[in-house]
């Protein structure tokens, strides 16, 4: 199985600060990767898919990158609706695994 | 519009089995594999298997083989997620979700709205 190791696990930001979280995987996967924003008791809302395609609707702050085995979710200005817990999830292959989150709170 | 309306919660004891269903509307049901996801509380998301409406080919998360079958029902377009041999680690919400006939790779993706399956004694 493919394992996902995304970070960090948390942190915390202000409003208007660019943040980055990374997800690495254990082989290669190419470009076969999705990020998800959730929020506390919302079903999970796709964001990127294909590493750097932005989802339909989502604002262009969110930004996806990568290839292979490294790859990256930048917010390029934190609005307060972006405090949330975001998820990679690769489908290169079964199983399909995702990350184990990172949750980003307030400063 | 396309929904996916999940069974209500449930409560089970330990060795217990437990079927969830999802019933799609607004698309060809057969058209799009179906996914299940669950997520204990307070914890992350965990992929458990997929499931091909149209020939009900499965493929499921080593975590979950033996005790997880998915199944369906074309007839009424209801895709099915049982879990037997259920233990206090299985209180979770499960998740049906259908994402695009190119799977996670565009379009876009509907969830049904969860179903708290809580095992306990």
């Known amino acids: 199985d493919i394992q996902m190791t995304q970070s960090p696990s948390a942190m915390s930001a202000s409003v208007g600060d660019r943040v980055t979280i990374t997800c690495r995987a254990s082989?290669?996967?190419?470009?076969?990767l999705a990020w998800f924003q959730q929020k506390p008791g919302k079903v999970p809302k796709r964001l990127i898919y294909a590493s750097s395609s932005l989802q339909s609707g989502v604002p262009s702050r969110f930004s996806g990158s990568g290839s292979g085995t490294e790859f990256t979710l930048t917010i390029s200005s934190l609005q307060p609706e972006d405090f949330a817990t975001y998820y990679c999830l690769q489908h290169n292959s079964y199983p399909h695994t995702f990350g184990q989150g990172t949750k980003l709170e307030i400063k | 519009q396309v929904q996916l309306v999940q069974s209500g919660a449930e409560v089970k004891k330990p060795g217990a089995s437990v079927k969830v269903s999802c019933k799609a509307s607004?698309?060809?049901?057969?058209?799009?594999?179906m996914h299940w996801v669950r997520q204990a509380p307070g914890q992350g998301l965990e992929w458990m298997g997929i499931i091909n409406p149209s020939g009900g080919s499965t493929s499921y998360a080593q975590k979950f083989q033996g005790r997880v079958t998915m199944t369906r029902d074309t007839s009424t377009s209801t895709v099915y997620m049982e879990l037997s041999s259920l233990r206090s680690e299985d209180t979770a919400v499960y998740y049906c979700?259908?994402?695009?006939?190119?799977?996670?790779?565009?379009?876009?993706?509907?969830w049904g709205q969860g179903t708290l399956v809580t095992v306990s004694s």
């Open positions: 082989q290669g996967i190419s470009n076969y």
């Open positions: 607004g698309y060809t049901f057969t058209s799009y594999y």
């Open positions: 979700a259908r994402p695009s006939i190119s799977g996670w790779y565009g379009g876009s993706d509907y």
